[in-house]
């Protein structure tokens, strides 16, 4: 089993969906966790941390839950422009270096 | 601008001959690492290193070496390249040693095919 495990998808949604998207932990200790969004072959970027309270950044909500060790991230109102691939990045307990999921694509369809 | 540079972008080799791929942040990060990206298994980190002179192995090092002699440059080292290196390449940087919700800065990635 992965040690950040996501869907591959692809998730294609219409415009103007909400989507969301789970990505499941596998240390409990776990400290930080991170979406970073990529677009196709290019360097992913930091669309938002998650804290334990949840945060919202405009159209996009994440979420952390503990108790069963995995991370979400919602998407409203879907636009042709959120097409791309979403990585989980996790600080697994006990480690210094941060783990990525292989990442969920989504393709927002007019 | 702040940027992490990476060259070259494309880069094709034969099995055996030496290659460097170069990284170079301008943002006095101390902390640079590489990752190589295959599909299905996401960004698995190369090397990493917390300051000048201070590198460590991250989960897949082997056939690669990195050095930090200067903090704004880690290039990537492969001595023997071999067909399984074949993979795109990520340089990346943050400012915090690993602590706390840093953020990481990224090349633009090198796609480098050994043949």
């Known amino acids: 089993r992965k040690e950040v495990e996501q869907d591959p998808g692809p998730f294609n949604v219409p415009e103007g969906a909400t989507v969301a998207f789970n990505c499941t932990y596998s240390?409990?200790?776990?400290?930080?966790f991170f979406w970073y969004r990529q677009d196709c072959r290019k360097e992913p970027k930091l669309l938002m941390s998650?804290?334990?309270s949840g945060n919202e950044d405009g159209r996009f909500t994440a979420q952390l839950n503990r108790a069963s060790q995995y991370i979400s991230l919602l998407i409203r109102d879907s636009k042709l422009s959120d097409s791309a691939t979403y990585l989980c990045?996790?600080?697994?307990?006990?480690?210094?270096?941060?783990?990525f999921g292989s990442g969920t694509r989504l393709q927002v369809q007019p | 601008e702040a940027q992490v540079t990476q060259n070259p972008r494309y880069l094709i080799t034969v099995t055996g001959k030496k290659l460097t791929v170069t990284c170079s942040q301008n943002?006095?990060?101390?902390?640079m690492s590489w990752y190589r990206q295959d599909p299905g298994l996401g960004l698995r980190q190369i090397y990493y290193?917390?300051?000048?002179?201070?590198?460590d192995k991250g989960d897949v090092p082997e056939g690669y070496k990195v050095s930090r002699k200067e903090k704004r440059n880690f290039p990537l080292i492969l001595e023997s390249p071999s067909p399984n290196q074949t993979s795109l390449y990520f340089c990346?940087?943050?400012?915090?040693?690993?602590?706390?919700?840093?953020?990481?800065?990224f090349g633009s990635g090198t796609q480098l095919s050994v043949l």
């Open positions: 240390n409990s200790a776990s400290q930080s």
């Open positions: 990346a940087s943050s400012q915090n040693s690993g602590v706390g919700n840093e953020k990481l800065f």
């Open positions: 943002m006095n990060h101390e902390y």
């Open positions: 290193s917390m300051n000048v002179e201070v590198t």
């Open positions: 990045v996790v600080r697994l307990g006990g480690r210094r270096a941060l783990t």
């Open positions: 998650v804290y334990s």
